[in-house]
């Protein structure tokens, strides 16, 4: 060995100039001091470039200006705001609009799609091709046309507040949106409030009990009924009892619009609306290969060890697809959220909208505002990202 | 008197199967009469497309309209869609503004395209090799032909507009952002730290935040990275910022193939005495590559599809178009016709590339 160290001339265990590139010890060190310098004189080239271009504009950096008064209105605020509330507060009813079209989003979108991703698998022709057809043309078409067509749909094909359609007592849907009776809680419904948290202790504790009184006796109790009637029934008997405790109020046609009531803007439910049918499509794509992918000998096992069907689609089949459907969902509903920030193009006040759009456009602050958006949604995505690979660890197959 | 046919035993003719155990009857009462649920919903679900689909073929063609000069007259003519504004505006949704004298260019850049794109997408071709070489050049040549130069006359990117604009994106994405994406790849599968964290951070943060953001970027803050006085074409930008978005999918797309490939072939590699990029390149990743390719489409779908965001920035991809046109007071609130038109366009070209890559997804899997 010796012998052939000297053979190439290198001495054993010395350095020389060369051994930097040839020897792999040092050249992946080398390699990483390049990419190193190379890193640091961009980003020094970026913000060089930077400070002189601010410079010429005569533009301080710094975020004095979320103080300001933001001085333009935002039509669907959930929290205190006008035209004379700071920019910051703007932003953040952005970014609870972006939360909420996201979370009003993923709800509908699971829904839609768990529902069409069980109909893709029916038995019956016409039901698995109508949920083929829907998923095929909802998948290829840009969402941001979809999120267009639905809000033109909305302003020019719904009638005028004058001739609304009504489509359940007291819900008018106009080209103004969906108004809708607004509940108003007089003081007696903290009665309700406590029933309904006592009914939920009371099935938790009874589900616990039956657990137990099937791994001693294996006597099985009707866990689901028992848990739904308490749930279901002790607010509603509490609601009854305190003599029903709500009022509503109803919208009412003044002028050229509604007044009173809740309403859903046409931007807002344009958007909900195309985000769910477009994201329902990918999840119905992903519960489907979920379910195909559990394989048949699992439902004939169970079939044979003597368990009905609803309880093998429920405790052997869903489990272990579920397994393959969570990751994948919850990347869609990171989607949904990104995806929200399309608002922009029908004026829905999102995140983007507020401080990426208007905030902007009116301080000139392109550099902190857009840092300020782009931090927003990569704290979003690290926290979906975070929520699943704890699941993923979660439900890890063991293996041998 | 009916006459008795006798035959000897086993030499009995094959019967025609029982009607109702064959053909149409057969097929019917295992698909939509099994059973007393799903008869009543292929008869529900039978009433209901009986009542959606008539009035939406009437609006579509029967009661459409297709020559006028405005909505006015579309409107007289007959109450369904109002084609008339896709035939009068149709060639700027193919082209946008593109002087009409040099058009011919961006249809020699498509029929090139697609002649280059043959040997890549299918492995029979003859010459494959060859005209491999042709499809790597391309980019080259259609840049020339669309932007002009090299003796032909120059086109401002302001010009370019419609599905045009939408393919010239999308495919200049794809082809920059592939190579990056290799290279990002195999940098966070690098066992040296620097380079691999660079190349997490670099693509986690690049899933993390919506297009849109990443184009107000190229819109507004990118000049305030470059040297003062710079100021380059925003079409430019734009494509920039799509390739280091579509980089970072395509990064994980190809991780996935290199993930797919198993131990032995790197191991393999290094007995053979290769080098790193030895072994990358000629190992590696033509495997991985290959594995790949549905994932690549997939993502130049996605991509394709996301082309749409540039209306947002003022450029006129075929939506822009369509919103300039409803601005028409000739053409006002046809938003229904035009949006349905574009999604058609839009769906006609991914459905047909989703049914590729399924294809390429069945031929890849050679089983196991």
Redesign the interface.
């Known amino acids: 060995m010796a012998e052939n160290a000297s053979a190439v001339n290198i001495p054993a265990n010395g350095f020389q100039l060369s051994s930097l590139w040839l020897d792999q010890k040092y050249r992946s060190i080398t390699l990483q001091v390049i990419a190193a310098v190379l890193l640091l004189s961009f980003i020094g080239m970026i913000v060089n470039n930077t400070v002189k271009n601010l410079e010429i504009l005569g533009i301080d950096p710094g975020y004095d200006f979320l103080g300001d008064p933001s001085s333009y209105d935002i039509s669907q605020h959930l929290i205190e705001y006008n035209s004379t509330s700071p920019h910051w507060k703007a932003g953040v009813v952005g970014l609870l609009n972006t939360l909420l079209v996201s979370l009003f989003g993923i709800v509908t979108a699971t829904i839609i799609g768990f529902l069409v991703g069980v109909f893709r698998l029916s038995k019956n022709w016409l039901v698995s091709r109508i949920s083929y057809v829907y998923i095929e043309i909802t998948r290829n078409v840009p969402l941001l046309l979809q999120i267009l067509l639905w809000y033109g749909i909305t302003v020019h094909s719904l009638p005028k507040p004058k001739q609304a359609l009504e489509p359940a007592s007291n819900f008018f849907l106009s080209n103004r949106g969906l108004f809708m009776p607004k509940p108003v809680f007089e003081s007696a419904m903290w009665l309700v409030v406590a029933a309904f948290i006592v009914a939920v202790v009371a099935a938790i504790w009874y589900a616990k009990r039956a657990h137990k009184l099937q791994d001693e006796t294996g006597k099985i109790s009707p866990v689901l009924t028992v848990g739904a009637s308490l749930i279901l029934g002790l607010p509603l008997l509490a609601f009854f009892v305190s003599g029903m405790p709500v009022s509503f109020d109803i919208p009412e046609l003044k002028g050229f619009n509604y007044k009173g009531g809740m309403a859903i803007k046409p931007e807002f439910m344009a958007l909900w609306f195309a985000l769910s049918m477009y994201t329902g499509a990918f999840i119905a794509e992903i519960v489907r290969a979920g379910i195909v992918s559990i394989s048949h000998g699992q439902t004939e096992a169970s079939y044979s060890l003597g368990i009905k069907p609803s309880w093998t689609m429920r405790l052997v089949v869903l489990p272990q697809a579920l397994r393959v459907i969570i990751p994948p969902l919850i990347s869609q509903y990171l989607n949904i959220t990104k995806n929200s920030s399309l608002a922009i193009a029908v004026g829905y006040m999102d995140v983007v909208a507020t401080i990426g759009g208007i905030t902007l456009n009116q301080t000139g602050r392109a550099l902190e505002c857009m840092s300020i958006v782009l931090t927003t949604y990569l704290l979003i995505s690290l926290g979906i990202s975070a929520v699943m690979n704890w699941y993923n660890k979660r439900v890890a197959l063991v293996e041998r | 008197m009916v006459e008795t046919k006798t035959h000897a035993p086993g030499a009995h003719p094959a019967m025609p199967a029982p009607l109702a155990t064959s053909g149409v009857i057969k097929w019917a009462k ?3 009469f ?1 059973s007393p649920l ?1 008869v009543a ?2 008869f529900v ?2 009433y209901l ?1 009986f009542k959606i689909i008539p009035p939406l073929l009437d609006w579509f063609i029967f009661d459409a309209v297709v020559d006028a000069t405005s909505r006015n007259e579309c409107e007289e003519k007959g109450d369904g869609a109002c084609w008339a504004v896709i035939k009068v505006r149709f060639s700027q949704f193919i082209y946008g503004f593109y002087p009409e004298n040099l058009r011919w260019r961006v249809n020699l850049a498509f029929i090139l395209l697609i002649v280059a794109l043959v040997p890549v997408l299918f492995d029979n071709v003859p010459h494959r090799t060859k005209a491999l070489i042709f499809s790597a050049l391309y980019p080259i040549i259609a840049f020339f032909l669309l932007w002009g130069g090299l003796g032909l006359e120059p086109v401002e990117s302001a010009k370019f507009g419609g599905f045009m604009l939408t393919v010239t994106i999308g495919v200049a994405g794809i082809v920059l952002s592939l190579p990056l994406g290799i290279l990002l790849a195999l940098g966070r599968q690098s ?5 691999h964290w ?1 190349c997490v951070i670099f693509i986690e ?1 690049m ?4 297009l ?2 990443l184009l ?2 190229a819109s ?2 990118l ?6 006085g710079t100021n380059f074409d925003l079409l430019l930008r734009v494509i920039i910022m799509v390739t280091l978005f579509a980089s970072a999918y395509m990064a994980e797309v190809i991780r996935g193939g290199l993930a797919a490939i198993p131990k032995g072939q790197y191991e393999a590699a290094d007995a053979m005495g290769l080098k790193y990029w030895q072994a990358t390149r000629l190992i590696v990743m033509p495997q991985a590559l290959k594995i790949s390719i549905p994932g690549i489409v997939n993502t130049f ?1 996605g991509l394709y ?2 082309t ?2 540039v ?2 920035i003022g450029l006129l991809d075929p ?1 822009g178009l369509g919103q300039s046109v409803l601005a028409d007071s000739k053409w006002q ?1 046809l ?2 016709e035009i ?2 038109f ?2 058609v366009g ?2 006609l070209s ?2 047909a590339m ?1 049914r590729y890559s399924l294809y390429l997804e069945k031929k890849l899997h050679t089983g196991h």
């Open positions: 295992d698909n939509l099994s799903n919903i292929t679900v039978a497309l066992t040296m730290p620097l380079i660079i943060a899933r993390g935040v919506p849109i953001t107000f970027i507004t803050l000049n305030y990275f470059l040297p003062p779908i599809k996301d749409t965001l209306l947002i939506l609130a938003s229904d949006y349905v574009i999604a839009f769906f991914c459905f989703s």
